[in-house]
């Protein structure tokens, strides 16, 4: 059963700290997003790949994040310093391209004290 | 100004009472429109996309419609197991690649 996989699934940090999301893509997506969620915004766009190359970033707090894929099974998302405004879900998802279905992975609920 | 509009935010439906779930937005140049069900504490999980008005697609008891300013979920004769969120996303040419989602229905279906 095919699934996109997240780690860690929860993290607690203190403001300041350096947190890593990993995500590892279905076997064959060649899209590879990450989504973050919270009450009050809801779900936002923060960074698309295709074939491991970035094709859309504007979602992003650049001064602070960082999105990158070293290879096809892994996509990563770095967050230097945080904050406690960047609480929230932080989801991945793979597909075969951005007009065809998304897959979801569980999430990595991140809080920042 | 926001892209897309969810209403309503929350709805209750006794078991087999049909209704309708509204995303309406404000993009031109629509690439496509995205229909996902959200079970809490999970990922969202992908139902449809529709890519022209007046497109139309089905799965068991929910229907999809779009039309130049808005889209439909129908959710026919529902029962307890459909209670989720229902999340609506749009995708278009005059944005880039950006990716907008509503921010929800909350659809709790009461047997």
């Known amino acids: 059963d095919a699934r996109v996989t997240q780690t860690p699934r929860d993290k607690v940090t203190e403001m300041g700290q350096e947190v890593t999301m990993r995500c590892q893509p279905i076997l064959g997506h060649n899209t590879v997003f990450w989504y973050r969620q919270t009450m009050m915004q809801g779900l936002e766009l923060l960074a698309y790949?295709?074939?491991?190359?970035?094709?859309?970033d504007s979602g992003m707090p650049k001064d602070r994040f960082s999105a990158e894929m070293p290879d096809a099974t892994l996509a990563t998302l770095k967050i230097q310093p945080s904050e406690p405004r960047d609480s929230a879900v932080y989801f991945c998802a793979s597909g075969l391209n951005q007009l065809n279905e998304q897959f979801f992975g569980p999430g990595t609920r991140l809080t920042v004290l | 100004e926001d892209q897309v509009t969810q209403s309503p935010e929350a709805l209750r439906l006794q078991e087999g009472e049909s209704s309708s779930l509204n995303c309406s937005y404000t993009v031109s140049g629509l690439r496509g429109l995205f229909w996902y069900r959200q079970d809490p504490g999970k990922g969202p999980e992908f139902l449809f996309t529709?890519?022209?008005a007046g497109e139309e697609k089905e799965k068991e008891r929910l229907k999809a419609t779009l039309t130049k300013k808005e889209s439909f979920l129908h959710i026919t004769a529902p029962k307890p197991e459909d209670s989720a969120t229902y999340l609506c996303a749009v995708q278009a040419h005059i944005t880039g690649n950006q990716f907008y989602f509503g921010t929800g229905t909350s659809l709790t279906v009461i047997p």
């Open positions: 529709l890519y022209s």
């Open positions: 790949f295709r074939n491991r190359a970035p094709l859309d």
